[in-house]
């Protein structure tokens, strides 16, 4: 909640790879930014995944660096289809917020932020709820030695939220009438129009 409503009219919060993809593949972002935007939202992760382990990579800590792994009963299947579905309410609630000219902005921040709380709420227990891929594949990184399924399972996390990301992107803009529709960030896009 915070990020959004401190950098949403920079860059449309979306601090996430998937949601990156998602705004992208709707026609709502720039596929000439989004490889900027990977790069930078992986490096963010790696980064605070650094700072995490340098706090807490001592003996007297046991921790597993808040890597995604699945619940020990959880097959795979019902893994993948639990993150698509969160991370699928989480960009529909996304393109609600930063592409819909209807929805009021202040809002913007509470509610993708009850989103994310909503979702951890439901599926945190079966899959910790991650909905992003940089910030799976960072703390997989550094807890593979204390939890070696955080990179075996990685896949399930790189998958479920770039198809629940897609797809909800897609179902909102199937929804939405075209006149209500607005670009994430619009100012962004605003520039690179004019630029071309």
């Not at 026609?27 to 700072?51: C, E, I, M």
């Not at 893994?79 to 529909?92: A, H, P, Q, R, S």
Request: net charge neutral; charged share 10%.
């Amino acid at each position: 909640m915070v990020v959004v409503y401190a950098i949403g009219n920079l860059s449309a919060a979306h601090i996430n790879p998937a949601v990156t993809i998602g705004f992208a593949v709707a026609g709502r972002f720039p596929w000439r930014y989004v490889p900027h935007y990977l790069v930078a939202q992986f490096v963010g992760a790696h980064f605070g995944s650094v700072v995490h382990y340098a706090l807490f990579s001592g003996e007297a800590f046991n921790v597993n660096f808040g890597a995604t792994i699945l619940a020990p009963e959880l097959p795979y299947l019902y893994g993948l289809i639990t993150e698509i579905v969160l991370t699928f309410l989480l960009m529909f609630a996304f393109m609600a917020a930063m592409t819909d000219k209807r929805f009021p902005s202040a809002a913007s921040g509470l509610t993708i932020g009850l989103t994310v709380t909503v979702c951890i709420l439901m599926g945190g227990v079966w899959t910790g709820a991650s909905m992003n891929p940089a910030r799976s594949l960072a703390t997989a990184l550094f807890a593979y030695r204390v939890e070696p399924q955080a990179l075996s399972q990685i896949w399930i996390y790189l998958l479920s939220s770039v198809i629940g990301a897609v797809v909800a992107a897609l179902v909102y803009e199937f929804l939405r009438p075209k006149e209500f529709a607005k670009s994430a960030p619009e100012d962004l896009v605003q520039v690179v129009q004019a630029s071309e």
